[in-house]
């Protein structure tokens, strides 16, 4: 089983380009999250989809895109990077709201 | 608005208990918990969703006072692989999870 699979697992961009890093589950989840943690720091919500064909902001949505391709895929775009944006970014997802989440292994993303 | 954890820090020895402490201000349909090891992903401990119902590891225990928006995450005669972050996050009806600044545990042999 490979759970939550995140791709790339180590980036460098330089200001003002854009990626989009990307997350697919495999366990049939309903809903999907973005998270970024940054050094010494918890966990701080970007973005999340409750269910296919839908996204909501979370805490810190600026300068974020969120798209949920389908049930089993959901990528995030940084469309104009920014040192700010220098982060591990996490993507988890869930069966449902009652059910605890099940992450993937991280992106770590330098922009310089 | 984000739940605040305490302590901050703990370090035990080995077989010694801890208690960590969650606390949110807002209403909660559950709070979770989670463990993260350096350099690696959180991984799931536990849930406890309004009304009682837990779901979650087998060596650890958590309470969840509903009135009072706490919860509390026990961790008895501790082992040297339950060192890591501990993240307490507070979930509302819609399922957006917010993470508190986690507690930093340290078992030493």
């Known amino acids: 089983n490979a759970g939550v699979t995140q791709t790339p697992k180590f980036q460098v961009l330089k200001t003002g380009q854009s990626m989009t890093l990307q997350c697919a589950q495999d366990?049939?989840?309903?809903?999907m999250y973005w998270y970024r943690q940054d050094p010494g720091m918890g966990l701080r919500l970007i973005y999340y989809?409750?269910?296919?064909?839908?996204?909501d902001k979370g805490e810190v949505p600026n300068g974020y895109n969120v798209s949920r391709l389908n049930k089993r895929e959901f990528s995030l775009r940084l469309e104009s990077a920014a040192p700010s944006q220098t982060s591990v970014y996490f993507c988890?997802?869930?069966?449902?709201?009652?059910?605890?989440?099940?992450f993937g292994s991280g992106t770590r993303l330098t922009v310089v | 608005q984000q739940p605040v954890q305490s302590p901050q820090a703990v370090i035990l020895r080995e077989g010694e208990d801890a208690v960590i402490n969650c606390s949110s201000s807002?209403?909660?349909?559950?709070v979770h918990w989670y463990r993260q090891k350096h350099g690696e992903a959180p991984v799931f401990l536990m849930i406890?969703?309004?009304?009682?119902e837990q779901k979650g590891h087998d060596k650890i225990s958590a309470s969840f006072n509903e009135k009072k928006q706490q919860s509390s995450l026990y961790l008895t005669a501790s082992q040297l692989s339950y060192s890591g972050t501990y993240f307490c996050?507070?979930?509302?009806?819609?399922?957006?999870?917010?993470f508190g600044q986690g507690t930093t545990l340290q078992v030493k042999p």
């Open positions: 988890a997802s869930s069966e449902a709201r009652a059910y605890g989440y099940t």
């Open positions: 366990m049939n989840h309903n809903s």
């Open positions: 989809s409750a269910s296919e064909g839908t996204t």
């Open positions: 807002k209403a909660l349909y559950s």
């Open positions: 406890l969703l309004k009304g009682g």
């Open positions: 996050g507070s979930a509302s009806n819609t399922g957006k999870l917010i």
